[in-house]
């Protein structure tokens, strides 16, 4: 066989606080707004992509959990990635006559979500951010993240944020080539390590609009959308990053609660109105509501995307009181032995039935049936290497369906 270079990389899921929707260049994949996210640990939620690249490919290929993604392989989001990192390998190799030109050779990408894909859990925004670190890795590029965020802004406009831990935001810019529409990092994860968030997946099936369709619905129908791109997020995304900085939860969360309503409320008030809440997700919202006056202050905020799933912060010395509640209602559902022992467990249910919880607040106990399973995490780096190799020699994936 030919000469082959490979690389492989893990990337992280976001969730924003602050919603990037709407496009103002469908093309270039620019946004109306600027938006600002949480990178969650990849510990919990991760996509890892492995690359390789080989003088006798014949054909750009991609698999995706274990199966040839011909539509995605074919699409122009990701012939696009590629063309722009191909370009950036290209003039590397025009300066240096050293090099072996790679950049005109195919590349077979493996990809693997450790988490649901297509369910609401920003699989997009991990994938693409996987796939424009580990081709950049594997053509030797030199380019920051920062200068890599252009490229996977592409492939999904939420994917350039992945590319850094912590808490990020994506400038909007203001340039029609979009060469100043990027992501930076607001502060390390090192900043505000006690940032903890719980999933909540409510049981729903494939979300009916695409966020690439729903947003730019919006855009041409509401009304009140131009009030959000024009007043409302500006003001908002500096009162967000000073909010991290300062490490105010409580204005955090004022925040990132406004912003989700907000943005469903464009959803609402595009024509034909667009639905991502259900009763379920609406039933956690009078819920944190609750717990945040049971406590006479706010010690978590929930936060949709375009789907049912909720994703709640919260700060871990707030743990033992949110669980409290959380824990008691969801216990049924999946995922809580994995971060807490029957000890931890126990002293949740007892605070619940000790401060009679249930009497006292008209808590409704059947929001549990709408959920599946629940998500326990926290805020987690960027990026990183990995030795877990998904193509084997051949260029094929090692792990098949
Ligand atoms: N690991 C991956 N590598 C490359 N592309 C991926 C990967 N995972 C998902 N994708 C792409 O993203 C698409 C799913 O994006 P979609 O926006 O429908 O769902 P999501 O990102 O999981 O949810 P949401 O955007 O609502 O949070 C897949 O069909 C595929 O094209
Ligand atoms: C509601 C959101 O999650 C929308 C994400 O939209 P995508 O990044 O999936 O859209 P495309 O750029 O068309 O791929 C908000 C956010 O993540 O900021």
Redesign the pocket.
């Known amino acids: 066989m030919s000469e082959t270079y490979t690389a492989s990389i893990t990337a992280p899921v ?3 606080t ?4 709407g ?1 103002r260049d469908t093309s270039l ?1 620019l946004p109306t707004n600027s ?1 600002i ?1 949480v990178t969650l640990d990849q510990s919990d939620l991760k996509t890892t992509t492995s690359a390789m690249t080989c003088s006798s490919f014949t054909k750009d290929r991609l698999w995706l959990n274990g199966e040839e993604d011909l539509q995605l392989s074919e699409s122009k ?1 990701l012939t696009q990635v590629l063309a722009n990192l191909r370009l950036k390998r290209k003039e590397k190799e025009a300066k240096d006559a050293s090099l072996t030109k790679i950049s005109s050779w195919f590349i077979h990408i493996v990809s693997i979500n450790n988490f649901p894909t297509a369910a609401g859990l ?1 699989s ?2 991990a994938g693409f951010a996987a796939l424009v670190a580990c081709v950049a890795k594997l053509l030797q590029l030199d380019d920051d993240m920062t200068e890599l965020s252009k490229i996977a ?1 592409q ?5 350039c ?1 992945s590319l850094f831990g912590g808490f990020v935001a ?1 400038e909007m810019g203001e340039k029609s080539d979009g060469s100043d529409s990027k992501a930076v990092e607001v502060a390390p994860l090192e900043h505000w390590p006690q940032m903890k968030a719980c999933v909540l997946v409510a049981c729903a099936d494939k979300k009916d609009v ?3 369709s729903g ?1 730019q619905l919006t855009v041409k129908t509401s009304d009140l959308f131009q009030k959000r791109i024009t007043e409302v997020v500006p003001e908002r995304f500096e009162q967000m990053k000073k909010s991290i900085m300062d490490r105010d939860f409580e204005l955090f969360a004022e925040l990132t609660m406004k912003d989700s309503n907000s ?1 469903h409320a464009t959803c609402l008030d595009s024509y034909p109105p667009i639905f ?1 809440m259900n009763d379920t997700s609406r039933k956690v919202v009078r819920l944190v509501h609750t717990i945040n006056a049971f406590y006479g202050r706010t010690i978590v905020a929930y936060t949709f ?2 789907g049912p799933n909720a994703v709640l912060y919260y700060l871990e010395e707030n743990e033992e009181k949110l669980m409290s509640f959380i824990y008691a209602m969801f216990k049924d559902l999946s995922g809580w032995e994995s971060k807490y022992n029957g000890e931890q467990l126990s002293k949740f249910l007892k605070n619940f039935e000790e401060q009679k919880l249930l009497d006292t607040l008209s808590l409704d106990m059947d929001i549990v049936k709408g959920c599946s399973r629940v998500i326990l995490t926290r805020v987690g780096p960027g990026p990183l290497d990995t030795d877990d190799v998904l193509i084997n020699q051949e260029g094929l994936p090692k792990f098949t369906k």
């Open positions: 976001n969730i924003a602050l919603k990037y929707w496009k994949n938006s996210s989001r920003a997009s925004a802004r492939g999904s406009g939420s994917a944020r994506w695409s966020s690439t947003m943005f991502y995307d375009a």
